[in-house]
């Protein structure tokens, strides 16, 4: 049975730069173990409730100013942290870039984005850098919110002692800071706030869980994401909630919305 509110801490604390570096070999770990989360077979192709509940809308509502004005900050921040520089980290407001993400529109084919998570899956398998670093590039290239990107890139280039490494280890901390200080996953008062579906699947990848189990549920007037999860290694389980109301709102029944 999932562990009940009571009987658990939270999960993690916000992660310091050397415990991301754990944090990154055991979503690593999590993807040779269990072959599926990380990739788009699976983390970005297994759809949450949110994108295969059938809504009856053909196309997303019209989006407010502070949608747009997000959107907005989203572009500014993507071009800025495209320069690798930290000082750029330390000016990010991550909780907004994430949203701004979310109604950002550059005109990327998702199927094309998909393709290429199952590209990185493969050069991860083969432990091929050099493939490694030409798909994350690819994947940054169109969006610098994607956490596993910036997490596999830092590991490979730490490798090598890149001096780069160190920015890609601080944009992926910053975004998944960013999800854990929204709440505390243990129920829908205190659900983690995530703006794509893949974000959710990141969360339990750096935490060391695999999913078995999810259920949408509403309750007043926001939708979240239930997931039942194990530790990779066959150990405890837990019930955690994502509040995926403004994904829900824009991506409706739309496959792969987080990508």
């Known amino acids: 049975m999932p562990l009940l509110a009571s009987q658990w801490m939270p999960l993690a604390p916000r992660l310091t730069a050397t415990s991301l570096a754990k944090a990154c070999a055991t979503a690593l770990s999590w993807v040779i173990a269990a072959g ?43 071009a800025a942290l495209a320069k690798e520089s930290l000082e750029e980290v330390a000016r990010t407001d991550f909780t907004r870039m994430r949203r701004g993400r979310l109604y950002f529109r550059d005109g990327t084919d998702p199927h094309s984005g998909r393709l290429l998570h199952v590209r990185l899956t493969e050069a991860f398998q083969k432990k091929d850098s050099a493939a490694i670093l ?69 969360v339990l990848k750096v935490l060391g869980y695999v999913p078995r189990g999810q259920a949408l549920v509403s309750e007043g007037g926001k939708v979240f994401d239930r997931l039942d999860a194990r530790k990779f290694d066959g150990g405890e389980t837990v019930q955690v909630f994502f509040e995926i109301t403004e994904m829900f709102a824009t991506e409706g029944p739309q496959p792969n919305g987080g990508q």
């Not at 994108?51 to 993507?78: L, N």
């Not at 994607?146 to 490798?159: F, G, P, Q, S, V």
Request: charged share 20%.
């Open 36 to 78: 599926c989360a990380a990739s788009s077979s699976t983390a970005n192709s297994a759809r949450s409730p949110a994108q295969s509940t059938a809504t009856g809308r053909d196309s997303p509502p019209p989006r407010s100013a502070d949608m747009e004005a997000d959107a907005a900050y989203y572009g500014a921040r993507a």
């Open 134 to 202: 030409q798909v994350t590039a690819e994947i940054l290239a169109h969006d610098q919110a994607d956490i596993r990107a910036h997490m596999l890139r830092a590991h490979t280039l730490l490798a090598t002692n890149d001096p780069h490494a160190a920015f890609h280890r601080a944009v992926a901390k910053g975004l998944f800071d960013s999800i854990m200080s929204s709440g505390d996953g243990r129920g829908t008062k205190t659900a983690w706030t995530v703006y794509r579906t893949k974000e959710e699947y990141e």
